[in-house]
């Protein structure tokens, strides 16, 4: 018997329809002994180790400008996509919330940006 390469299979694969594509699922099982139902139990495990680990999603808190005010109000206003005056009002509101419900990697990245700006900020 000649060995079938991946593209041969995957070839044939294509042409089966709904129906013989189940029958061959259910050969596979049977034959070695495993379940196609298997590798969505492992998938499900990481997004609920995930949650274990913290918050899915945060909020960005200006606590404050420090001394460099013009450089914060530039990043809030790259963060944010806001035009300058309304960047200059958030600025002006401290302790004021940036953003809200953004991912918590998103957030340190923002943070840093800030930072490095001058100002003093917290990740909720």
Do not use: R, W, Y
């Not at 969505?40 to 899915?56: D, I």
């Not at 963060?79 to 990697?105: N, R, W």
């Amino acid at each position: 018997m000649a060995k079938l390469t991946n593209e041969e299979i995957i070839a044939s694969i294509k042409e089966m329809t709904v129906l013989e594509l189940n029958d061959l699922v259910k050969a596979i099982e049977n034959e070695f002994g495993v379940t196609a139902a298997a590798p969505v139990a492992v998938a499900a495990a990481p997004a609920e180790e995930e949650a274990a680990k913290g918050p899915s999603e945060v909020s960005l808190i200006l606590k404050s400008f420090g001394a460099s005010k013009v450089a914060v109000i530039k990043a809030v206003q790259t963060i944010t996509g806001l035009g300058l005056i309304d960047a200059k009002k958030l600025v002006d509101a401290c302790p004021a919330t940036i953003k809200e419900h953004i991912s918590p990697v998103e957030a340190e990245e923002h943070k840093k940006a800030l930072v490095a700006a001058g100002a003093e900020v917290e990740v909720k």
